[in-house]
């Protein structure tokens, strides 16, 4: 302990409380809704900060994860959309059969379709997959990072707000 009657020296300062969980979206969605849910995403994703490339990317995710649970899922999902501290992530849940083999890996260059789970990976940060006795839940996610000088979030941080940078600059 300090000789001034402080706080002991060994004590550091409580961690920062976690921020709360937004939940920016919840939805049930059918065939006949996924055109109208991917513009819905569209717009929280990008009222949560997530714009031009990354935020598309992110929502192309979105939208085949959602695609996907039509076609084999039972043809019914649930989209649930937040934001938990500089993380956004996005569950898309079916009540389909579990598939005994999801890949998750890029078909060959003649077989139609099958490139949804490969690309909902390769357009995010993270994609996990939980089998569930009633069905699957994709979970997809992304890094927002604050760009320096500015407000704006994104989820490369490869621009900055004098312009593009240049192979071999520094963002500043």
Known sequence: MSDDGGTPESVRPAREPRRPITVLMSQ???ATTVTALRHAVEGKVAAAGLVGDPGFDFVLAVHELVTNAVRHGGGRGHLDLRREEDVLLCEIS???APADNLPVRLP????AGGRGLWLARQLTDGLIL???????TATITVCLEPLSGTEIWSASGATHSDGPIRPGEAPE
Do not use: E, Y
Request: hydrophobic share 30%; net charge negative.
């Open 28 to 30: 049930h969605f059918t």
């Open 94 to 96: 079916d009540q389909g």
């Open 108 to 111: 060959a260059v003649d077989a």
């Open 130 to 136: 939980t089998r569930r006795p009633d069905g699957l």
